[in-house]
T-cell receptor, first 113, second 115 residues
Framework: GDSVTQTEGLVTVTEGLPVKLNCTYQ???????FFWYVQYLNEAPQVLLK?????KRTEHQGFHATLHKSSSSFHLQKSSAQLSDSALYYC???????????FGQGTSLSVVP | EAAVTQSPRNKVAVTGGKVTLSCNQT?????MYWYRQDTGHGLRLIHY???????EKGDIPDGYKASRPSQENFSLILELATPSQTSVYFC??????????????FGPGTRLTVL
């Protein structure tokens, strides 16, 4: 079946340094879309980034991600982490237009001074 | 702007009691979803619906029922609540139009504690 793997449960980074959250997937579908959701403390998850185009960089709020179908990855990166980036991040795959979202287990990002 | 609301926002229930969590969306989306969120497990899909009158089992449906009486409303029902159902529950709505990139919009969540 379809699956999404986020290998880190917790990532701690110093303010101003780069951060990378890993996301890999398995699916047999060809037309797929990927999402990064962010959930701040006591709030609902909300979409941060989305992409369905192979090898195209997508950016929003200083974060960026590139869907690489060759390596089955959609890693989230930021060049300079801010304290306000501390949150729970979910990677999610929609294998086809009529599929449900498949979520990873989430990565908690803690940005410290 | 997408709008999904949930009620109640907090609920304390007793073991064996019946609990109903309600969700309303004003997006006119066909699809609605119920998830629970637990540390270490992320978001897990309980039930979902493709439209009024339809409900489908998600990945962890045991102990839960769902009801979709209208396009706007989707309820999650715990007939006999147990302490293991203590969790935060999120409702979401979305649609298939827009292809695979169509987003899901989440409600603010309901924190349920079963004593």
């Amino acid at each position: 079946g379809d699956s999404v793997t986020q290998t880190e449960g917790l990532v701690t980074v110093t303010e101003g340094l780069p951060v990378k959250l890993n996301c890999t997937y398995q699916t047999t579908y060809l037309t797929i879309a990927f999402f990064w959701y962010v959930q701040y403390l006591n709030e609902a998850p909300q979409v941060l980034l989305k992409s369905s185009t192979d090898n195209k960089r997508t950016e929003h709020q200083g974060f960026h991600a590139t869907l690489h179908k060759s390596s089955s990855s959609f890693h989230l990166q930021k060049s300079s982490a801010q304290l306000s980036d501390s949150a729970l991040y979910y990677c999610a795959l929609r294998p086809s237009s009529f599929s449900k979202l498949v979520f990873g287990q989430g990565t908690s990002l803690s940005v410290v001074p | 702007e997408a709008a999904v609301t949930q009620s109640p926002r907090n609920k304390v229930a007793v073991t064996g009691g019946k609990v109903t969590l309600s969700c309303n969306q004003t997006n006119n989306h066909n699809n609605m979803y119920w998830y629970r969120q637990d540390t270490g497990h992320g978001l897990r899909l309980i039930h979902y619906s493709y439209g009024a009158g339809s409900t489908e089992k998600g990945d962890i449906p045991d102990g839960y029922k769902a009801s979709r009486p209208s396009q706007e409303n989707f309820s999650l029902i715990l007939e006999l609540a147990t302490p293991s159902q203590t969790s935060v529950y999120f409702c979401a709505s979305g649609d298939f139009w827009g292809g695979a990139g169509a987003e899901q919009f989440f409600g603010p969540g309901t924190r349920l504690t079963v004593l």
